[in-house]
């Protein structure tokens, strides 16, 4: 039995290069900015505590958690 893996399954476990996908430079950056963003979010509200996380500073204001959850992170 041939174990070669080929077609779509090879397609989804070695994937084409970035180029092939046409990711511009400029978009590689846009993505990596993206990803800088999500990690320094994802910081924000590591050290938190549930409480703390969904604080609302008034009532109608958005805690913490919301304000993450909005920007998707």
């Known amino acids: ?3 070669t893996i080929s077609g ?5 476990i070695n ?13 590689q950056t846009m993505l990596d900015q993206l990803d800088a963003i999500r990690r320094e979010g994802e910081a924000v509200g590591s ?7 969904n604080w609302q ?3 109608g204001a958005w805690s913490i958690g919301q304000c993450l959850n909005h920007l998707n992170f």
């Open 15 to 27: 994937p084409p290069s970035l180029p092939y996908l046409g990711v511009t430079p400029e978009l």
């Open 1 to 3: 039995m041939d174990k």
């Open 57 to 59: 500073p008034a009532p």
């Open 47 to 53: 050290g938190l505590s549930d409480a703390q996380f």
């Open 8 to 12: 779509t399954a090879s397609a989804l």
